[in-house]
């Protein structure tokens, strides 16, 4: 199993339907083992993953969702 990361996107999210589409991806990546806990938050724009997914491919995963990616940070 690859190493954990820790990224924290800030993604323009004006409703909760669009809080949800990204619920959505990251619950499927979950139950795919690459993503290993989230957290979104609506009020502040922000999305916190955990996992061994690679920041490409989540920022790819949250893009499918029409949503503007603003930042993402990587931390440790």
Known sequence: MGSEHKYQLNVKMTCGGCSGAVTR???KAQQEGSVSS???SLEKQLVDVRGSIE???LVAKIKKTGKEIISVTALE
Do not use: K
């Open 25 to 27: 991806v990251l619950n």
């Open 38 to 40: 989230f957290g979104v």
């Open 55 to 57: 920041q490409e491919e």
